[in-house]
């Protein structure tokens, strides 16, 4: 390393020019104490280096330094957001979520598609998304927000990681050969860290395995939807098994109801029952399965809506998965959604309302409410 700093020296004093010694930093691990200079000056050392706004020690990029300054940026940034209204009191979930995706997730995006990650890296990037979910509808520590990132068709740091992964790789090989990537890249071995990072992508993988004549980004797109869609699909998550697969908002964000009513859906959907598992009043412990047996509960509520489980989907989930995602346009329609919708969304209003009361161990707490659905109702005949 000193010579090649001699020869720096050497070039800079033939063609006029100058280093800046107080700018250099040589990166070294902590059990190398060569010393290096430049004009006769020592350059400091350091263990980690920011440059670009990624962390590097003597072995490349340092990923758990980036994630620990990722999270101190976030942080920062969270707290920002939440303090405009972007929580359970404030905005409304859906714009909550823009917010986050515009603002926030870019900046845990940063460097994501060059750096490489293991298990534990990712389970670290995946903990600053929920806490961001989590602090958005004013969750616990440890509660689960693997439905609501569904429901707000908002992927996994994993899903991103493949994602923007796949299209560095692409970038990579498509630029010009005299390029400076491509050379590197040509001249890497087999075993080389993007060699490697190509493997261990399966986006990528099933990208190379598509022979279909359209575009590169074409098929990039529908890979990386088949690839969302499947692992909803094929989740052993019960929570995410009710949750819908086509890649879209779920419609219980954007349909007109009251919030204390999207507020009930949303926590029945991620399984966030108030006071969590409170005695029921007939005496069993409330939970989603037990309120399919659960005396406390009107049989007339369950006039339009059949207690069985289908395909182990529980029918509160089944109703939820086929609410509508399109206002209807002709009369005829809407007199048949109507017919169809309203006494059973009233009914299962109204069990969620009871789920409610029973969680909350008391029936003062609650106020007069308009009837179930009717901004529902209203939103179908306009």
């Given at each position: 390393?000193?010579?090649?700093?001699?020869?720096?020296?050497?070039?800079?004093?033939?063609?006029?020019y100058?280093?800046?010694?107080?700018?250099?930093?040589?990166?070294?691990?902590?059990?190398?104490?060569?010393?290096?200079?430049?004009?006769?000056?020592?350059?400091?050392?350091?263990?980690?280096?920011?440059?670009?706004?990624?962390?590097?020690?003597?072995?490349?990029?340092?990923?758990?330094?980036?994630?620990?300054?990722l999270?101190?940026?976030?942080?920062?940034?969270?707290?920002?957001?939440?303090?405009?209204?972007?929580?359970?009191?404030?905005?409304?979930?859906?714009?909550?979520?823009?917010?986050?995706?515009?603002?926030?997730?870019?900046?845990?995006?940063?460097?994501?598609?060059?750096?490489?990650?293991?298990?534990?890296?990712?389970?670290?990037?995946?903990?600053?998304?929920?806490?961001?979910?989590r602090?958005?509808v004013?969750?616990?520590?440890?509660?689960?927000?693997?439905?609501l990132r569904?429901?707000?068709?908002?992927?996994?740091?994993?899903?991103r990681?493949?994602?923007?992964?796949?299209k560095?790789?692409?970038?990579?090989?498509?630029?010009?050969?005299d390029?400076?990537?491509?050379?590197?890249?040509?001249?890497?071995?087999?075993?080389?860290?993007?060699?490697?990072?190509?493997?261990?992508n399966?986006?990528?993988?099933?990208?190379?395995?598509?022979?279909s004549?359209?575009?590169?980004?074409?098929?990039?797109?529908?890979?990386?939807?088949?690839?969302?869609?499947?692992a909803?699909?094929?989740?052993?998550?019960?929570?995410?098994?009710?949750?819908?697969?086509?890649?879209?908002?779920?419609?219980?964000?954007?349909?007109?109801?009251?919030?204390?009513?999207?507020?009930?859906?949303?926590?029945?959907?991620?399984?966030?029952?108030?006071?969590?598992?409170?005695?029921?009043?007939?005496?069993?412990?409330?939970?989603?399965?037990h309120?399919?047996?659960?005396?406390a509960?009107?049989?007339?509520?369950?006039?339009?809506?059949?207690?069985?489980?289908?395909?182990?989907?529980?029918?509160?989930?089944?109703?939820?998965?086929?609410?509508?995602?399109?206002k209807?346009?002709?009369?005829t329609?809407?007199?048949?959604?109507?017919?169809?919708?309203?006494?059973?969304?009233?009914?299962?209003?109204?069990?969620?309302?009871?789920?409610?009361?029973?969680?909350h161990?008391?029936?003062?707490?609650?106020?007069?409410?308009?009837?179930?659905?009717?901004?529902f109702?209203?939103?179908?005949?306009?």
């Amino acid at each position: 390393m000193q010579n090649l700093l001699n020869i720096c020296e050497e070039h800079s004093l033939l063609n006029g020019y100058r280093w800046s010694p107080t700018k250099c930093t040589v990166i070294s691990s902590s059990t190398n104490s060569t010393t290096y200079n430049l004009y006769n000056t020592n350059l400091r050392t350091a263990p980690t280096v920011k440059y670009l706004g990624l962390q590097f020690n003597h072995l490349g990029m340092d990923t758990r330094a980036h994630i620990n300054n990722l999270k101190e940026k976030f942080n920062k940034s969270m707290h920002r957001i939440h303090q405009i209204c972007a929580r359970t009191n404030g905005f409304s979930l859906l714009l909550s979520t823009k917010i986050y995706k515009q603002f926030i997730r870019p900046k845990i995006e940063y460097g994501l598609s060059i750096t490489s990650f293991k298990t534990t890296n990712f389970a670290a990037l995946e903990r600053l998304q929920d806490d961001c979910l989590r602090m958005i509808v004013g969750g616990f520590t440890n509660s689960s927000v693997k439905s609501l990132r569904v429901m707000v068709n908002l992927p996994s740091m994993v899903e991103r990681w493949y994602t923007l992964n796949s299209k560095y790789l692409i970038r990579a090989d498509t630029l010009p050969t005299d390029s400076l990537i491509f050379k590197i890249i040509q001249s890497n071995t087999r075993y080389s860290k993007i060699n490697l990072s190509k493997n261990k992508n399966p986006i990528f993988q099933a990208l190379l395995q598509n022979n279909s004549p359209i575009s590169i980004y074409t098929k990039l797109t529908h890979t990386i939807s088949s690839y969302r869609s499947n692992a909803i699909i094929n989740s052993s998550e019960k929570m995410i098994q009710g949750c819908r697969s086509d890649l879209k908002l779920d419609p219980i964000l954007t349909i007109p109801m009251t919030r204390k009513e999207r507020r009930r859906i949303l926590r029945w959907r991620m399984n966030w029952l108030p006071g969590g598992k409170p005695n029921c009043h007939c005496g069993g412990q409330m939970s989603r399965n037990h309120l399919f047996v659960c005396p406390a509960i009107p049989e007339a509520y369950w006039e339009n809506i059949r207690r069985g489980f289908h395909n182990d989907i529980n029918p509160i989930d089944a109703i939820l998965k086929s609410l509508l995602t399109n206002k209807p346009k002709s009369i005829t329609e809407k007199q048949n959604l109507i017919i169809k919708w309203q006494p059973l969304w009233t009914d299962l209003l109204n069990i969620l309302f009871l789920v409610d009361q029973i969680c909350h161990k008391t029936q003062e707490t609650f106020v007069d409410e308009p009837d179930p659905g009717v901004l529902f109702y209203k939103w179908i005949m306009e």
